[in-house]
């Protein structure tokens, strides 16, 4: 099973900028679909973003869409969350999953996920 580190979580200003990393280790990660999710205070985890196994193909929330940019470094093991023009509700734990397969990270019901990074955004 693949083990996940997130990093890069912190307090921001509503409109600023933060840069998830989540770093992968125990098996080979381009052989896997990764997502970000996240999961608010007393609500449901929910989808963010995913990436296909190559880097090729993404997939947004509409929530997210135009201001967050998922991305991987094979070479480094590692994917990405850069979140601009961040809002008081866009805080929450955000978590990383991986999974083989592209459709069900998306889903999130067969992945192995990270331990999570605190994002508080202010107003």
């Known amino acids: 099973q693949v083990q996940l580190v997130e990093s890069g979580g912190g307090l921001v200003q509503a409109g600023g900028s933060l840069r998830l990393s989540c770093a992968a280790s125990?098996?080979?990660?381009?052989?896997?679909?990764m997502a970000w999710f996240r999961q608010a205070p007393g609500k449901e985890r929910e989808f963010v973003a995913a990436?296909?196994?190559?880097?090729?193909?993404?997939y947004y929330a509409d929530s997210v869409k135009g201001r967050f940019t998922i991305s991987r470094d094979n070479a480094k093991n590692t994917v990405y969350l850069q979140m601009n023009s961040l809002k008081p509700e866009d805080t929450a734990v955000y978590y990383c999953?991986?999974?083989?397969?592209?459709?069900?990270?998306?889903?999130?019901?067969?992945?192995?996920w990270g331990q999570g990074t605190q994002v508080t955004v202010s107003s």
């Open positions: 999953a991986a999974d083989p397969s592209y459709p069900t990270v998306v889903t999130g019901s067969r992945a192995s």
């Open positions: 125990g098996r080979t990660f381009s052989n896997y679909a």
């Open positions: 990436i296909n196994r190559s880097g090729g193909s993404t």
